[in-house]
Nanobody, 127 residues
Framework: QVHLVESGGGLVQAGASLSLSCAPSGRTFSGYAVTWFRQVPGKEREFVAGISWTGGGAVYADSVKGRFTISRDNARNTVYLQMDNLKPEDAAVYYC????????????????????WGQGTQVTVSS
């Protein structure tokens, strides 16, 4: 079992930036592809961005391309989601997920394709 901890959420105005972090508790992220999803009440969890265990193969939802950047720092055992030019429609609970033993460059963009999940961090964007 992998326990993931997200941090960095908060309340910002439209156009501002936030950086979310995801780290495993008590173990290494080495070998895990990591993704970010988000969910608003009444809607399904949706894919936002993902990065393969090698650090390559970054994938983004169309709605965040050009504004969000996913990266990983293996030395700090952390995956980041830099969110720039935030919009009110980006407001959601953001979850990170990790999946082991995927081929290099591969990211699963479906909820069912990801194995371990964090508890989420709230992002609120005011207009």
């Amino acid at each position: 079992q992998v326990h993931l901890v997200e941090s960095g959420g908060g309340l910002v105005q439209a156009g501002a930036s936030l950086s979310l972090s995801c780290a495993p508790s008590g173990r290494t992220f080495s070998g895990y592809a990591v993704t970010w999803f988000r969910q608003v009440p009444g809607k399904e969890r949706e894919f936002v961005a993902g990065i393969s265990w090698t650090g390559g193969g970054a994938v983004y939802a169309d709605s965040v391309k050009g504004r969000f950047t996913i990266s990983r720092d293996n030395a700090r055992n952390t995956v980041y989601l830099q969110m720039d030019n935030l919009k009110p429609e980006d407001a959601a609970v953001y979850y990170c997920a990790a999946t082991p033993r995927l081929p290099a460059g591969v990211v699963h963009t479906t909820e069912s394709g990801n194995t371990y999940w964090g508890q989420g961090t709230q992002v609120t964007v005011s207009s």
